[in-house]
């Protein structure tokens, strides 16, 4: 899967937490980003108008990371009432995924294939209903784990993008990486893990088991799943007035 990005403070350059890793792209493929990019791709700059982009208002969910877009695919024929982004930058990947969206006939999904800090930068605050973050690259040595996607500088860019109660979804089958996402939300008062503090929530129902998870069952791992909520804004402080003084 894809990993994006985090930094220390909010207005730096976030330490990049993906490494284009193209592998070889096949003449379908190569087609795919030729010929249907245009039709699927979202803008590739300046702010992005969600309506605009599909013609229509609906709730918008997005998968950061969505490889061949074998869960996208899923989650978009399962609910053509819902908008959807894939976030993905692994050309081979995307190509595979434009080839599925045109062959089923999908108009409910637009790609992206840049760093999703940017993407998030360019999105309007509040448009985002869920995102999704599936069995992401766990960068298992210590002195990578600045390069995990979810980090609080992330969190903090993510949360003003999403609707008041809007969900994020986090599954992985590496244990030290699930440590990592409590150990990283436990703190944050914004955001509230719905299964309860340091708990695992259920299995998302609309989630499939695709192929990353099915290796880590093959391999005897357990899959952890978070639903972290945008927590509600606090309430504006109220200050005497001079009659009360």
Known sequence: MSEYQESSELRLRPVRSFVRREGRITTSQAAALRDLWPVYALPESGPIVPAACFGRRAPLHLEIGAGDGECMLALAEAHHEFDFIAAEVHRPGLGHLLNRLDKRGLSNVRVYGGDVNDLLARLPDGSLSGVYVFFPDPWPKTRHHKRRLVQAPFLARLRPKLLPQGRL??????????????????????????????????????????????????????????CLARAPDPAPRQTASSSER
């Open 169 to 226: 979804y986090v599954a992985t089958d590496i244990e030290g990486y699930a440590e990592h996402v409590i150990e990283v939300t436990a703190p944050l008062r914004d955001w509230l893990n719905l299964a309860g503090a340091a708990r695992y929530a259920p299995r998302l129902k609309a989630r499939i088991v695709t192929k990353f998870e099915r290796k880590g069952l093959r391999e005897n791992r357990r899959i952890f799943d978070f």
